[in-house]
Every structure is written in structure tokens, then in C-alpha cells.
């Protein structure tokens, strides 16, 4: 009996994950019916100057609003979209997503860059130096209001092939951020390498930062390193004040965490926008002249 129970279950979330992958596939390439994108839904949070408070940045982040399921986090389609050879085709939507918005905040007068996770099969895939150039040639958002993220692991999957790419990027103007910095197996020779101009500080770091006296050493001793670099620190999963307090005092960059805000619907965010200016008492730069 026992072992029966447990057998169907296994089955059961399997032909579950079969199904959530076929949906998956249906929607990202339409088979046949141009796709139903609309199901790709991004969420962007705020990344903070941590001098001033000023908005440097958006991460956005990727949900699938499934029809019958609801609202799915990254974790329930990431790793079923690169098994199934369709993360591709879901990064090329992100990042359409991404630059159209960028571009629309960038017309309201709001100049800062939004930044798109790439996974080691999309960083390694022939056509995305191509994607890239198409996404900003169609939503003329000029490069440097886009940034891709990518891991260290990655990274070094194929540090050569990861240096060529990265540098393609880099040279038409794209910011690139190492993410989950701290967290994989970092190469310090492939780091002066790359033409990166931010780590991202794992969460794990912030989140034992102001409880763990080595963590806080860590933490001290990367921020170091990455001004020698020359490269700048953000701080992800930042939660408390306490935390962004230290995390300041260290000479960290920049912060990124629900203390600001939680990822949200980029209308949301705009709106979050509109009270961090008044918190801040920024003066929002006229927008340009619409056209038509
Ligand atoms: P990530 O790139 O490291 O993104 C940060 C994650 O931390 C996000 O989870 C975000 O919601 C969460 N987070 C932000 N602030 C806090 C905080 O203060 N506390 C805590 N506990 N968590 C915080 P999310 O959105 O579930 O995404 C998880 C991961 O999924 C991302 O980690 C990224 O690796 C991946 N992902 C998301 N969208 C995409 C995408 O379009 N392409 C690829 N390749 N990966 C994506
Ligand atoms: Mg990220
Ligand atoms: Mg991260
Ligand atoms: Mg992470």
C-alpha cells in the first residue's frame, strides 16, 4: 500500500509537470497561433543609490499568469523552460517587456536602467547579441537603459565563451551585473576579465549581515574588492533599516530589497515612484514631448 501511494503520487507530479510544460511550450511558441505572450508578466523592484535614496535601477523579474494556475514565481518555470528548450524564446519576451518599459519610463523623464536575468543557455545562445540589438532597435531604448544579469555559475560554465559575449554586450553600451555574487564558485581571474561594472551581493550575505560577525567581515572585505575592481556593490534582499544602515556604513553602493519595495506590476511601480519622490523630495524631470 505504502509504496503504491507514494509511486502515484511521484506520477501524479509528474503528469503534472507534463502538462505545466506543454502549456508552457504552447504559450512561448504558439503552435501555430502566434503564442499567447500576454501570459508573461513582469514584476520590477527598485535598486537605491545608498547615499541619497535616489532610484538607480529596476530588476525585472519574470511571472507566468497561467490561465487556470494563477500568478507563478520564477521557481515554478524557470527550470521547466530550460528543460524544455523554451528559455529562449521566454528571455526574448522579458526582454521586450523590459526595454518597452524602460523606454516608457525613460519618456515620463525617468532615466534609469532595467535589468533583465539571462541563464547560462541564454548567455551561451547563438542569436542573443542579435535579440538584443532587435529588442533596442524596436523599442528605442537607447543600450545603456538596459542591464543583464548573470551568475557567477554562468559565468563559468564557458569563461571563455562568458568573456566574448559579456564584452559584445558591454560594447554596445548594455550594463552587465554579476548576480548571486558570493554564492557560486567565483573565478577572481575571470572577474578582472569581464567587462562588468556591478556585483550583486548575495542575499544570503544581507540577510546574516548585522547577526554574524564573519558575514559582516565578508561583506566589509567584498565591497573592497569591488571598488578595486572598480566596480560598484548592490546589496540584494535588503528587509531592514538596520541592515541598509550597516550595509551604508561600509561604503556599499547601492540596495535593492522589500525595505524599498517588493517586486510589482510596473504601474505599481510608477506609482511607488511618484511617493519616493515626494519621500525624497526629488523634482521629476520635465517628460518629453509625446509625439502624434
Ligand atoms: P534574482 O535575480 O537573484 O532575483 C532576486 C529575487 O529575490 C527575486 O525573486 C526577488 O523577488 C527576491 N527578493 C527581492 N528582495 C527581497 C528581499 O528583501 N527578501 C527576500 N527574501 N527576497 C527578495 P523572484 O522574483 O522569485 O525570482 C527568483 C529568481 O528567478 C531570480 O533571482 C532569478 O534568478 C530568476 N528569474 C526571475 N526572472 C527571470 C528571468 O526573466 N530570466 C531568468 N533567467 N531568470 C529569472
Ligand atoms: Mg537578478
Ligand atoms: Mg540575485
Ligand atoms: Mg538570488
Known amino acids: 500500500g505504502g509504496v503504491r501511494v507514494y509511486d502515484e503520487a511521484v506520477d501524479a507530479h509528474e503528469r503534472d509537470q507534463r ?16 503564442g499567447r505572450h500576454g501570459e ?14 535616489s532610484v538607480v535601477g529596476m530588476e525585472a523579474l519574470a511571472r507566468w499568469r497561467h490561465p487556470e494556475r494563477g500568478l507563478l514565481p520564477p521557481v515554478a518555470f524557470i527550470d521547466l523552460a530550460e528543460q524544455h528548450g523554451v528559455m529562449f524564446a521566454l528571455t526574448t519576451e522579458v526582454l521586450d517587456q523590459a526595454a518597452r518599459q524602460a523606454a516608457r519610463w525613460r519618456a515620463a523623464g525617468r532615466d534609469f536602467p532595467v535589468a533583465v536575468n539571462l541563464s547560462t543557455s541564454c548567455l551561451e545562445h547563438p542569436r542573443l547579441i542579435e535579440v538584443v540589438d532587435d529588442v533596442l532597435a524596436r523599442t528605442g531604448l537607447p543600450a545603456e537603459g538596459l542591464v543583464v544579469e548573470i551568475t557567477e555559475t554562468t559565468l563559468m560554465h ?16 548594455v550594463g552587465v551585473s554579476i548576480d548571486d555574487y558570493g554564492s557560486g564558485y567565483s573565478s577572481l581571474t575571470y572577474l578582472n576579465e569581464l567587462p562588468a561594472r556591478e556585483l550583486k551581493l548575495d542575499r544570503s550575505f ?25 566596480l560598484r556593490l548592490i546589496a540584494e534582499g535588503v528587509e531592514d533599516a538596520g541592515t541598509s544602515a550597516v550595509l551604508r556604513e561600509l561604503g556599499c553602493d547601492r540596495t535593492q530589497g522589500y525595505l524599498h519595495s517588493r517586486p510589482l506590476p510596473a504601474d505599481d511601480v510608477t506609482a511607488w515612484l511618484r511617493e519616493h519622490d515626494r519621500a525624497v523630495g526629488r523634482v521629476p524631470a520635465l517628460p518629453s514631448p509625446r509625439r502624434g
Open 40 to 53: 508573461v508578466v513582469l514584476h520590477f523592484q527598485p535598486q537605491l543609490d545608498c547615499r541619497d535614496g
Open 19 to 34: 502538462a505545466l510544460a506543454d502549456d508552457l511550450r504552447a504559450m512561448l511558441t504558439g503552435g501555430g497561433g502566434g
Open 206 to 230: 544581507t540577510a546574516r549581515l548585522t547577526s554574524d560577525e564573519r558575514t559582516h567581515a565578508i561583506v566589509s572585505g567584498t565591497v573592497d574588492l569591488a571598488h578595486h575592481l572598480g
Open 158 to 173: 564557458d569563461p571563455a565563451h562568458a568573456v566574448a559575449v559579456t564584452r559584445a554586450v558591454a560594447e554596445r553600451g
